[in-house]
């Protein structure tokens, strides 16, 4: 698929430009002949686009294609939807600085976020997994946490509240983590899980004061 250069340029400006990198975000559309248009720049689908994934500049969504995110910094950050996190990891038993961390790591907080692979929502739920826990809108974030927190608890249960293999099993599956008896060799998945890490002690610190 040919990716347009035209818009590279304008992109790296956008993000360099002023220290603005953090606040930036980046669309990724393709368009009617199935050319693909990275931008800082919101398209329509009147205009012919048809958004594949957004992301912020900062937030390490989509590690599958920025490896090496472990050498990055990472911050805590605040979103519309801590209160709601909070009140969804207790409902569920989850500790509130792990389930905040995995929002963080898969969507940026974005309930509209969409990955190439078509996982979508806060938790980036895919279809097989979202009819597996009964959500029916995965842009919904009140369904999305439900899902994916009810997900999550499961994969703790499973690895026997090993957080790094529920991480692991999260990312790639649960049957990859048996098939590997432990993290699969996947450079997306160990990055994932190491992320995941980092912004769970970070938010353990913030919420707990530790």
């Not at 980036?124 to 999550?152: C, H, I, K, W």
């Not at 649960?174 to 769970?200: C, F, H, K, S, W």
Request: aromatic share 10%; charged share 25%; glycine share 8%.
């Amino acid at each position: 698929m040919f990716l347009r250069p035209i818009i590279l340029p304008v992109l790296l400006v956008a993000l360099c430009w002023s220290g603005l990198a953090a606040a930036a975000t980046i669309y990724v559309y393709t368009d009617k002949r199935g050319d693909r248009l990275i931008t800082n720049q919101p398209r329509s689908a009147a205009e012919g686009f048809r958004l594949l994934k957004k992301y912020q500049a900062d937030d390490y969504f989509g590690t599958a294609e920025r490896p090496g995110q472990r050498s990055r910094a990472l911050a805590p950050r605040l979103s519309d939807y801590d209160e709601l996190i909070l009140s969804k990891a207790r409902q569920l038993g989850l500790e509130p600085a792990l389930m905040k961390a995995i929002v963080h790591a898969e969507s940026a907080f974005d309930p509209r976020a969409i990955s190439p692979k078509g996982a979508t929502g806060l938790m980036q739920l895919m279809p097989a997994t979202a009819a597996r826990y009964g959500v029916t809108d995965r842009f919904n974030p009140v369904q999305s946490l439900e899902g994916g927190g009810r997900y999550m608890r499961d994969l703790l249960m499973l690895f026997n509240h090993d957080t790094r293999l529920a991480l692991a099993a999260y990312n790639a599956g649960e049957n990859a983590v048996a098939r590997y008896q432990g993290i699969p060799p996947y450079a997306e998945t160990q990055d994932y899980v190491e992320t995941v890490m980092r912004l769970l002690d970070l938010y353990r610190k913030e919420m707990l004061g530790v």
